[in-house]
């Protein structure tokens, strides 16, 4: 079984400003975890994703996520957030193949995030 | 080349009536899958298909809703006899063969099928 949680539904931040959107997630298999972006009137797609290596892991537009065991935790970060950062982001938990649950993605409720200028 | 495609866009449906949705994949994805986005609420797993392996409908919330795949492309979502609880945004996505299994996960989504259940 999966789940994840995503602390905060709407987060706002000035420009220029960290983001930090947080994620834990639960998982009797060893996860990957996924960051996706649904800008307004768009479907989701895949802003960086975990899945073996480095826990520290870069994607689009400057993101960046670290994947911490311990914590059970994947929380999303930005230096400096721009004005086009204003979106809702989506967390998302998957079985690795080999575990049989590879299939499903579980998503978080998801957090939206305004930028401020 | 062209994302998955949704059509409707919006439908607007009287409470007892039957609706489908399509969702056109992207060309040589031989995963498809379609989701629920309820407003305040995560992505809910409907329906998962790969190539000609009988599909995974775990996440079907009744007998009221079906999904097809023809030839192994085109999908169509129906809901027959639609509730109110039923309206939300139906989002397809789909996968291409190479990360279904070395990355799952990397979906391309569409741009969702809006439901209102009057």
């Known amino acids: 079984a999966q789940s994840v949680t995503q602390l905060g539904s709407h987060v706002s931040v000035s420009e220029g400003a960290l983001v930090l959107l947080r994620c834990n997630y639960s998982?009797?298999?060893?996860?990957?975890l996924f960051w996706y972006v649904q800008y307004p009137n768009q479907g989701l797609q895949l802003l960086l994703k975990?899945?073996?290596?480095?826990?520290l892991v870069k994607g689009i537009n400057g993101f960046e996520a670290e994947f911490k065991k311990s914590e059970t935790s994947f929380h999303l970060t930005k230096p400096s957030a721009h004005m086009s950062d204003a979106a809702e982001y989506f967390c998302?938990?998957?079985?690795?193949?080999?575990?049989?649950?590879?299939?499903?993605?579980?998503f978080g409720s998801g957090t939206q995030l305004t930028v401020l200028p | 080349g062209a994302g998955v495609s949704q059509s409707p866009s919006n439908k607007v449906t009287e409470k007892g009536k039957d609706v489908e949705l399509r969702c056109d994949p992207i060309?040589?994805?031989?995963?498809l899958y379609w989701y629920r986005q309820s407003l305040g609420q995560g992505l809910e797993f409907l329906i998962y298909?790969?190539?000609?392996?009988?599909?995974?409908k775990s996440g079907l919330p009744s007998d009221r809703f079906s999904a097809e795949r023809t030839g192994g492309s085109v999908s169509t979502l129906t809901i027959q006899r639609t509730q109110q609880e039923d309206s939300a945004v139906y989002l397809c996505?789909?996968?291409?063969?190479?990360?279904?299994?070395?990355?799952?996960?990397?979906?391309?989504f569409g741009e969702g099928s809006r439901l209102t259940v009057l």
């Open positions: 298909f790969q190539g000609n392996s009988a599909p995974d």
């Open positions: 996505a789909s996968s291409p063969p190479w990360a279904s299994l070395a990355a799952p996960g990397e979906l391309f």
């Open positions: 060309s040589g994805h031989t995963a």
């Open positions: 998982s009797s298999v060893p996860p990957y």
């Open positions: 998302a938990v998957s079985g690795t193949p080999l575990s049989g649950s590879a299939r499903q993605l579980t």
């Open positions: 975990y899945t073996t290596g480095a826990t």
